[in-house]
């Protein structure tokens, strides 16, 4: 049991901090061009030599080896003697990579219901996690419980050493000041920074939750040539919210007002929207609300607490032979795809990237998405895929909220780190 006097003193704790709150560092999504990111970024993707490194990324070798020894020096990379040719003559050839053993950046991805807290090693790779109920109060009491969530479970990875906070969520975002309107969960200026930073004492940034999404199919996705693909992206994300953004060759596009917003497009439903309109996408899409309509229609029965029921329930129900079950979900199925045609109308990218649960949770829903893409599309056949994260799209979007820093200028992050545990 925690003593009276310790916790008073970690409420002053927490309240002189509060005074002062550690300015919100803006996350990077982009690929940056200068040196140091561009050779961390090439060790991303495993053991390289400098002479490939050089080759990979177009800098001199010079440059290369300059930059790797500020790297190595900083603790981001180490090196490869064990990978080194045996009985090679004169001075060995010594590849490099990522450090993926000593470090841990925190990600946290705040959703609706759910909020999934993760940490990830400095190539991007998923450390382990552990997933919360939102908790349904103020925006002040929801991110202190969150934070400390946070705080306890990197408290189990003792031998790493933490260095950034990264936290994504729908909503409005400010970036800069690392504050939040969520409509959705009621807050208004919610100070996501200052509480992460005041409980687990890191940087942090915060970022709108589907730009995220896009920054990390851009930045922890690796086709072996380490540079951006041309031309733009757009990526539709859906599970309990829906959300939109555009990628414009090696940066997410983050409009300064904040994210463009396809919550109450209109999808022909009879769904009650809060907005007092009917058929809105979210509120037609939504797994609670899908999960709604199916118990009351007697799809998924209905259960008491503790065992209430969730959207595994109706995926289980449709695959096990329910026809009624099978009917929603390629209903909601046909609904992504015509939307997802519409929004790719609009914009016209290259390619189109579908992330989220609402499009990955039922399979054979896929097929139906992309058939209505198609009849819905007056533009000529597009590059439609699936994110290559599957279900684990919020916890990369986390991770990348942290890491991107890194990315971008890796030796300015380490010393703003460094300064932190100070």
């Not at 807290?117 to 908790?135: M, N, Y």
């Not at 929801?142 to 933490?162: E, G, H, N, Q, V």
């Amino acid at each position: 049991m925690t003593s009276p006097t310790l916790e008073r003193s970690s409420s002053q704790t927490l309240n002189t901090r509060a005074v002062a709150p550690r300015p919100a560092v803006p996350p990077e999504l982009r690929i940056a061009d200068n040196p140091a990111a561009a050779v961390l970024r090439a060790a991303a993707r495993g053991p390289i030599f400098r002479d490939t490194a050089a080759q990979t990324t177009g800098l001199s070798i010079a440059t290369v080896n300059r930059q790797v020894s500020a790297l190595l020096s900083a603790g981001l990379l180490r090196e490869r003697a064990d990978l080194t040719a045996s009985g090679a003559v004169g001075r060995p050839r010594v590849p490099f990579e990522v450090d993926t053993d000593t470090y841990a950046t925190v990600g946290v991805h705040i959703g609706a219901t759910v909020t999934r807290i993760i940490a990830a090693d400095l190539s991007g790779r998923i450390l382990g996690g552990l997933e919360i109920a939102t908790p349904q109060a103020g925006a002040d009491a929801a991110l202190t419980i969150i934070a400390r969530s946070a705080k306890a479970f990197l408290d189990r990875l003792p031998r790493r050493r933490p260095l950034w906070t990264g936290v994504a969520l729908a909503g409005r975002v400010d970036p800069t000041a690392g504050v939040v309107d969520h409509p959705r969960l009621g807050w208004r200026t919610a100070p996501v920074a200052a509480a992460f930073g005041a409980v687990l004492d890191l940087p942090v940034s915060v970022s709108a939750h589907v730009e995220a999404m896009a920054a990390a199919e851009l930045l922890l996705t690796h086709d072996g040539s380490g540079e951006p693909r041309p031309g733009s992206s757009l990526y539709i994300y859906a599970r309990e919210t829906a959300g939109v953004a555009v990628t414009l060759h090696d940066r997410v596009h983050t409009p300064t007002n904040g994210p463009g917003s396809i919550a109450h497009l209109p999808t022909g439903s009879d769904v009650e929207c809060s907005c007092g309109r009917r058929g809105c996408l979210e509120a037609t899409i939504g797994e609670a609300s899908l999960l709604s309509r199916a118990v009351r229609a007697g799809i998924v029965p209905k259960r008491e607490a503790p065992r209430r029921p969730v959207i595994a329930d109706l995926y289980r129900a449709a695959e096990s032979g329910s026809e009624p079950a099978r009917e929603l979900l390629v209903e909601r199925a046909e609904i992504l795809g015509h939307t997802a045609a519409l929004v790719r109308d609009m914009f016209n990218p290259d390619r189109v990237v579908l992330g989220g649960q609402a499009f990955t949770g039922y399979r054979p829903g896929i097929d139906r998405v992309v058939k209505a893409f198609a009849q819905g599309t007056t533009l000529p056949p597009a590059d439609l895929r699936i994110s290559r994260f599957g279900g684990r799209v919020q916890e990369h979007a986390a991770a990348v909220t942290a890491l991107s820093v890194f990315y971008a200028d890796p030796l300015s992050a380490m010393r703003r780190s460094i300064r932190t545990a100070r």
